[in-house]
């Protein structure tokens, strides 16, 4: 059960789960709780600390002492630490599991799912970490004009400092890891800030690192209210790099964020283009998983199909087939479509589907809404006026546009001012590779939905979907610098002969 067991000491004796401070579970000083609201019930299920700016200052000053001496701790021992975090995680992945249920109402076996597959990337991190941390360049002069060979440069990678990781509700557990194992096998510390649902999922994963026995003060995890501590985080002096993914409010972290590198996933307006070659059954069944898995909160959701006319009524029955057969209730049953996360974020959706509603799309289903639950909706002849053409809904709600050519489909996925991913379906694997070319987003996926995994592959967004890539190199990379030594010879050598 969440906070009892291994993870007793997380959680205070009214109940509070504590935040994570130098090595410690602490109650903060401010006294005050923040309520985590479960979707399902619409009522308080967890409560977590409000810290102070004083408390960050604290966590900031020994994240950056801890830093220094994990810089010089052996690559193979960071490695050795981090798989062991990821068994421990996997070990626990049941009360883990369970927070993500109650707090972001993720089906009970994709909440299993987001927990295994951290710890899997946790260890994939270590080893790839290994591999490329361990190797440098070296380079000659002479190959630049007006050279001798006089000078040998050398290069490695080297941390950054403290790394400050802000996920987002719908992955809290594995898009935290996504930032904190990179960061940590690169030599930095961590500074976590979870998203207030999901929160306590975070803090129990977190406890799964300090159970590994990583330093006091490498990892920390602070919890409160944006209002208080949100810019104070993302502004400090201290911190030397900020992972985020989630919503708008990237885009004002890099606006106020100082001359520190970013890596920022935003969201994104993914379109399906389905040709008349495509396989009608394969589009369909990605439509709906693609769209309605975890009742569309996914950044890589498909977020618009763009279908040409002549195979639209085909698609459009098959998918109506298979949203007919979504489960819809509570996550604790495993239903395919559970609450959405707040009731300002259901409230949002159905202004989108009111919208459109009223400018003559066509409604597959009945819309039905109780409480922060939607039951899935596919909206047919969805028109470029329409918000819902243009907007992220992140719930199951889902326009179809009908197109006449495939150049109509591109125009619609570019004019988007995200570029996230976007999918293609034909059989025609030449026409397939131009339309990928041609559409400006992150990643295309050919015959598939849109989906961030594998984890290790390059995940990044186009304009405002983000800055920087993502996946397990990638950020790596990301999170270290690149030093120079260069070793400079009195006299030209050259190799023998
Ligand atoms: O932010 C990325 C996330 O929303 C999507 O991840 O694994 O569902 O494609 P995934």
């Avoid at 591999?131 to 004009?145: A, N, Q, Y």
Wanted: aromatic share 6%; net charge neutral; hydrophobic share 40%.
């Amino acid at each position: 059960m969440a906070g009892s067991g291994v993870f007793a000491e997380i959680r205070d004796g009214d109940g509070v789960f504590r935040y994570y401070s130098d090595g410690e579970w602490k109650a903060s000083a401010s006294g005050k709780s923040v309520p985590i609201i479960n979707p399902t019930t619409r009522s308080t299920h967890f409560k977590v600390q409000a810290c102070t700016q004083e408390e960050v200052n604290k966590i900031i000053e020994s994240a950056k002492a801890a830093q220094k001496l994990w810089a010089k701790t052996p690559l193979w021992k960071r490695a050795e630490l981090l798989h062991r975090a990821a068994a421990i995680l996997k070990e626990h992945k049941a009360p883990i599991a369970e927070c993500l249920v109650k707090e972001i109402a993720k089906p009970a076996k994709d909440a299993v799912t987001e927990v295994v597959r951290s710890g899997d990337l946790i260890s994939y991190c270590a080893e790839e970490g290994v591999r490329i941390l361990g190797e440098g360049k070296f380079l000659v002069s002479d190959s630049f004009p007006g050279n001798e060979r006089t000078k040998y440069c050398l290069t490695s990678k080297i941390p950054l400092g403290v790394v400050l990781a802000i996920p987002p509700f719908n992955y809290p557990v594995n898009l935290a890891v996504s930032k904190i194992a990179p960061a940590l096998i690169a030599g930095n510390s961590i500074v976590l800030k979870p998203p207030t649902q999901g929160a306590v999922a975070a803090l129990h994963m977190v406890h799964c690192f300090h159970l590994a026995g990583f330093p006091r003060g490498l990892i920390s995890c602070v919890t409160g209210k944006g209002s208080e501590i949100g810019d104070f985080l993302t502004m400090h002096p201290g911190i030397s790099c900020i992972s985020f993914t989630g919503g708008d409010t990237g885009v004002a972290i890099s606006k106020k964020a100082g001359m520190i590198p970013l890596q920022m996933e935003l969201g994104g307006k993914d379109a399906c283009i389905i040709l008349e070659d495509a396989d009608v059954d394969l589009a369909a069944a990605n439509v709906v998983k693609g769209g309605f898995s975890y009742s569309g909160q996914r950044c890589t959701a498909v977020k618009v199909v763009l279908v040409m006319e002549s195979v639209a009524d085909k698609l459009v029955e098959k998918v109506n087939a298979k949203v007919q057969k979504l489960t819809v209730g509570a996550p604790e049953d495993d239903c395919d479509i559970t609450p959405v996360v707040t009731e300002s974020s259901a409230n949002f959706i159905e202004g989108l589907v009111m919208d459109a509603k009223q400018k003559g799309a066509t409604f597959c289903q009945e819309y039905r809404r109780e409480g922060n639950l939607i039951w899935p909706l596919l909206l047919d002849h969805v028109q470029p006026d329409m918000r819902i053409a243009w907007e992220e809904p992140f719930g199951p709600v889902l326009p179809v546009i009908r197109i006449n050519s495939v150049e109509e489909g591109i125009h619609h996925c570019n004019a988007s001012n995200f570029g996230l991913q976007g999918c293609v379906f034909t059989r025609d694997i030449n026409k397939a590779i131009l339309i990928s070319d041609a559409m400006e987003t992150g990643t295309v996926q050919i015959n598939s939905a849109p989906a961030r995994g594998p984890d290790h592959f390059p995940f990044q967004g186009l304009k405002d979907s983000g800055i920087g890539s993502q996946g397990i190199t990638n950020s790596i990379s990301m999170m270290t610098k690149i030093k120079t030594t260069v070793i400079n010879l009195p006299a030209p050598s050259y190799t023998m002969g």
